[in-house]
């Protein structure tokens, strides 16, 4: 927990929960003492801070779900169950664990948020997670999920996602839908930017792999007897 914490610019998104929900600040994590207990101790103390904290039941039942589906025995389930937590805020609750949990899990995360009755916060956040893990996950995602992409930031994932998934006709027809005025233009030109320098890297990658083995037939062909010497005459009677 505590690398993944810090690959996602140390804070994960249930300590983005536990700060909205009063507990700790931006100065002041109190969720990074919190969360992951680390005994019984501190196990209790977590779930009063959670039952003490200015959110509503549903909402804190949501946060004592996402502990509980730690323990990976269905026992989550049956929580959701006794506490009628609606089936959105479930998988809402499960996809930020599973976006906390590693980049094996990000696909079970962007098949959850790409369910058209959850509403997820931390926008920005999702997609950099996402990114993480894979470029097509992100695609994926933008083109399930349908998410809103007006921070320049969250642009600049989908296009590099579109890059790095060598979909250059998409993302050149995408760059194409944002304003030519040189006052709103500069998102247009950072993004015939990316996919130039895209395209030169790619060329200058299959340059290299080009010349390489080029330069390795050169070599067998100087120290194989097979390429150097002229075939033997074939015998007359073998045709």
């Known amino acids: 927990i505590a690398s993944r914490r810090q690959s996602l610019g140390s804070m994960l998104f249930f300590d983005e929960l536990l700060q909205i929900a009063g507990l700790g600040s931006e100065h002041e994590p109190l969720s990074n003492h919190l969360y992951p207990p680390t005994d019984a101790v501190s196990f209790k103390r977590l779930l009063m801070a959670i039952e ?31 506490r009628h937590i609606p089936p959105q805020f479930v998988s809402l609750s499960s996809a930020y664990f599973y976006l906390d949990s590693g980049n094996e899990d990000i696909p079970t995360a962007v098949a ?18 996402i990114s993480l893990a894979s470029p097509e996950l992100v695609l994926q995602f933008v083109s399930v999920g349908k998410p809103v992409l007006t921070n320049h930031d969250d642009l600049d994932v989908y296009m590099g996602a579109l890059c790095q ?19 709103e233009g500069c998102i247009r030109k950072r993004f015939i930017d990316m996919i130039l320098d895209h ?9 290299r792999c080009l010349r390489s083995w080029a330069d390795c037939y050169h070599a067998c062909s100087q120290t194989s007897p097979l390429t150097t010497q002229a075939p033997p005459r074939i015998p007359v009677f073998s045709i």
Do not use: N
């Open 52 to 82: 003490g904290c200015e959110w509503d039941e549903m909402k804190r039942d949501c946060l004592i779900y996402y502990i509980l589906k730690h323990w990976g025995d269905g026992r989550e389930k049956d929580f959701a169950g006794r």
């Open 112 to 129: 959850l948020l790409c369910d058209i009755r959850v509403k997820p916060d931390f926008m920005s956040k999702i997609l950099r997670t």
């Open 165 to 183: 998934s060598s979909r250059i006709m998409d993302a050149w027809l995408y760059q194409r839908k944002f304003p030519e005025d040189p006052e």
């Open 199 to 207: 395209c030169l890297i790619r060329a200058f990658a299959l340059c």
